[in-house]
């Protein structure tokens, strides 16, 4: 494609140097985690019709009816489990009905919705609604998963549509990132997951430079700062993942996390308070603070039994242990009783919980580091039946969680792990 220009007079080039190919379209993007927009989609309907973009090469306004629906069976979301329910793919093929559904013709999206913008969406629609019905999931060595063709044929379209988005430099292109960042959580090694984070934050850097401009933008592409949101959760929650120091997104950005959002998560606002802090790197540069949040947080491990009193319990145990682990590494025996303490109370409240929980997808970085520090063979046996139940759902996820932490059981010589 050539470097046409986009509202501003920016080439693509110019929005952050992000733009999408055919080399990357078979890759196994993916972290779905459950997340609901205020969209406007009816939820007591619970079903999204499967609509397709219309043959018509007319160059005009998506409203002039040059989007047509199709013929393809229903998809009753209402009969997914609840985890899948909760999840942000379902979230998304919901808001791409909405646009649909409307012609393309909602005023509140003003000149946004261009015909690039509303063939993107529909592209889109039909991923997310091939990835919930369904597609081999044969893991490769290295932890990615091969797509059906039939899903391959979605993804590669819908990665045509995102760059012509982002040709234009239109702002419903960060759908598109949202949608490739969610099949990247899903599905390649876990915790690596940054691929589409750059991209996202270079659009984001374009078109909204700071909290005033986000916040006009989300007036006019409906959910925007929820979808930062959940980006800046990924963030951080993959950095934690992989032991790496340092954020993509700005500490502005992390402030998008509401009251709201901790709940659809699951996490309490303090304890990604110090995920963030040991992300950034700051248990180098000032220790015990952080270990008083660590401890802080054991602390506030309550006697809940409710779906998020036991989701949130398992996310504190996680965040003292991706403190407790840096300091560990000092030798220091206090900080490895403690670490082994929080490992032990976090595959308790993780046996707990019933896979079928809204919450069940969130605590997937908390088992892994209680994985990566497990200590008995019954902590491995809680631990290998989460990634089983999670690699069982409709939406499957984490190819190889199990496998990471399998490999890290063998090293450390747990007996009967295999």
């Known amino acids: ?127 997310m609604k091939a990835r919930i019905e369904g597609r081999s999931t044969a893991p490769l060595a290295g932890g990615e998963v091969w797509d059906s063709i039939d899903a391959a044929r979605h993804r590669l379209a819908a990665l045509i549509g995102l760059n012509e988005a982002l040709e234009v430099g239109n702002p419903f292109a960060f759908l598109g990132i949202a949608a490739f960042a969610v099949l990247e959580v899903c599905d390649s090694p876990f915790g690596e997951w940054q691929r589409h984070l750059h991209g996202a934050k270079s659009l984001l850097d374009y078109h909204c430079p700071d909290p005033s401009a986000l916040e006009q933008l989300s007036h006019t592409v ?80 309550d006697s809940g039994e409710s779906a998020w009193s036991l989701s949130a319990n398992v996310n504190r145990c996680a965040s003292a242990i991706a403190m407790l682990a840096q300091v560990e590494d000092t030798g220091d025996g206090h900080a490895h009783r403690a670490l082994d303490s929080a490992v032990e109370r976090a595959c308790q409240l993780i046996s707990r919980m019933t896979p079928s929980s809204i919450y069940y997808i969130h605590v997937a970085v908390s088992a892994y580091l209680a994985g990566m520090h497990a200590a008995s063979t019954h902590q491995c046996e809680i631990l290998r039946a989460y990634w089983h139940h999670c690699n069982h759902t409709v939406v499957q996820r984490y190819p190889d969680g199990l496998a990471k932490c399998e490999e890290r059981w063998r090293a450390r010589g747990l007996a009967g792990v295999c």
């Open 222 to 301: 409906t959910g925007l700062t929820e979808i930062v949101a959940r980006l800046v959760w990924w963030d951080t929650l993959g950095a934690i993942a992989r032991g790496s120091k340092g954020l993509i997104f700005d500490d502005w950005h992390r402030k998008t996390l509401d009251h709201r959002i901790f709940q659809l998560v699951g996490c309490s606002a303090d304890t990604f308070d110090l995920f963030s802090r040991v992300a950034k790197g700051e248990v180098a540069t000032d220790s015990l603070s952080c270990c008083v949040m660590a401890v802080e947080q054991l602390a506030r491990i």
């Open 1 to 127: 494609m050539g470097s046409r220009s986009n509202r501003k007079g920016v080439s693509r080039r110019s929005v952050g140097s992000f733009s999408f190919d055919g080399s990357s379209s078979f890759f196994g993007f993916g972290l779905d985690v459950g997340f609901n927009f205020g969209f406007g989609f009816n939820s007591a309907s619970g079903s999204v019709a499967n609509y397709r973009q219309g043959e018509s090469t007319k160059t005009s306004t998506p409203s002039d009816g040059s989007i047509v629906k199709g013929e393809s069976p229903v998809l009753e979301l209402r009969h997914l489990p609840a985890a899948d329910q909760n999840s942000f793919i379902t979230s998304l093929v919901a808001f791409c009905q909405h646009i649909i559904s409307s012609d393309g013709s909602t005023t509140d999206h003003s000149h946004y919705l261009s015909v690039e913008a509303v063939r993107l969406i529909s592209k889109l629609h039909d991923l």
